[in-house]
């Protein structure tokens, strides 16, 4: 049966003292306590809305802790200097006001919404050149480990986890995953480029600022690429995903994916290790990689030397090596600037 209006005023009352009992600090929740009892004595109906607002309160699990901060939060109005009829008015409006959000059948709806949509946990990541970085995330179900971030050098990503999701956002640069598995919390990576969906799997995100490189060493990732701007077709259909899984490369670029590939996806990370591995790889690309170490980059005289293609592994920490390399392998001459900086040009 529908609870009509009066009883819904009794289920929000009933909620406002469990909130004060469960979250006022020391004798205040022993007061709200018993004055809860002698409510619910009052009448039939008073336990009825006492027994629903209990089990609306118990629906949201651990929100006592997020209300808690909130409710001894000077910020909230209950200034130190406050006198304690002021302090007593206010903590009554907030314990209405978190009585309303959970009254009227909203358990369901915006409280719920609310609860999961807090963030548990938030970080920010960068590195600069030739720095890397290992970060590992509380996101470990029981005693499992949690997952681990390797970061390449000039790489920016933030974190956030909810309790229903992981995010990572990643500006630029590149970083290895490597995903605690938990079915209930999906694990996302959003580029530029695409959005990469997992449960628990290695793989490898690159974005040098060309294509956007996904590579898998274990497991399953679903790759959402983002629609063009004014790609009017792609806008009106839905994303196109594309399921890769161990060994399995792609590069998504200006909302369009190349032909999955099979490579050695170890090799994308390799830079862990100090190495670093190309194959077949345009030399803008490469040379975005490259520069990542250097402080004064290496750049190229023109769009022609970039698709030029090169294959082989080079220390990341010895750049000089490849510059004097490039030269008896493709047809580029290497000129040094001023500053330490070096320009390809074609030979």
């Known amino acids: 049966m529908a609870i009509g209006a009066p009883r819904e005023r009794l289920i929000e009352r009933a909620l406002a003292l469990i909130v004060e009992g469960e979250i006022a600090p020391g004798e205040a929740a022993q007061r709200a306590r018993a004055a809860m009892n002698q409510w619910r004595s009052k009448s039939p109906e008073h336990a009825a809305a006492l027994l629903e607002a209990r089990h609306r309160w118990d629906a949201l699990g651990g929100m006592a802790g997020e209300l808690r901060a909130h409710f001894d939060d000077p910020a909230a109005g209950m200034a130190a200097a406050a006198a304690q009829s002021g302090r007593r008015s206010q903590r009554r409006k907030i314990l209405l006001s978190i009585a309303g959000l959970l009254g009227g059948g909203l358990v369901a709806g915006r409280g719920v919404q609310w609860y999961w949509q807090q963030p548990v946990f938030q970080a920010t990541y960068s590195t600069r050149t030739a720095q890397m970085l290992k970060v590992t995330l509380a996101d470990g179900s029981g005693n499992a480990a949690g997952s681990q971030l390797d970061i390449a050098p000039q790489s920016a990503i933030d974190v956030t986890l909810y309790r229903q999701r992981r995010i990572v956002d990643m500006s630029r640069g590149e970083v290895r995953f490597e995903v605690a598995h ?19 799997t290695v793989f490898t995100v690159r974005d040098r600022g060309g294509p956007v490189t996904v590579g898998v060493e274990q497991g399953h990732v679903r790759v959402q690429i983002h ?17 890769l899984r161990g060994g399995e490369l792609v590069e998504v670029q200006d909302g369009h994916a190349d032909a ?17 591995v190309f194959d077949n790889t345009p030399l803008g690309e490469a040379l975005a990689v490259v ?3 250097r402080a004064s980059p290496i750049v190229s005289a023109s769009e022609r030397i970039d698709a030029l293609r090169l294959s082989g592994r080079f220390r990341a ?4 090596a490849l510059v004097a390399v490039l030269p008896t392998i493709l047809p580029v001459t290497a000129v040094s600037r001023a500053g330490g900086g070096v320009e390809l040009q074609p030979r």
Request: glycine share 6%; charged share 25%; hydrophobic share 40%.
């Open 317 to 320: 920490n010895d750049s000089a």
């Open 260 to 276: 999955v590939r099979q490579a050695d996806i170890r090799a994308m990370s390799a830079w862990r290790d100090g190495w670093l």
């Open 182 to 200: 938990d079915t209930q919390r999906p694990f996302l990576v959003r580029t530029r480029a695409a959005v990469i969906e997992v449960v628990g």
């Open 227 to 243: 629609a063009r701007q004014g790609d009017g077709a792609s806008s009106r259909n839905a994303p196109q995903a594309i399921d």
């Open 291 to 293: 520069n990542s170490y």
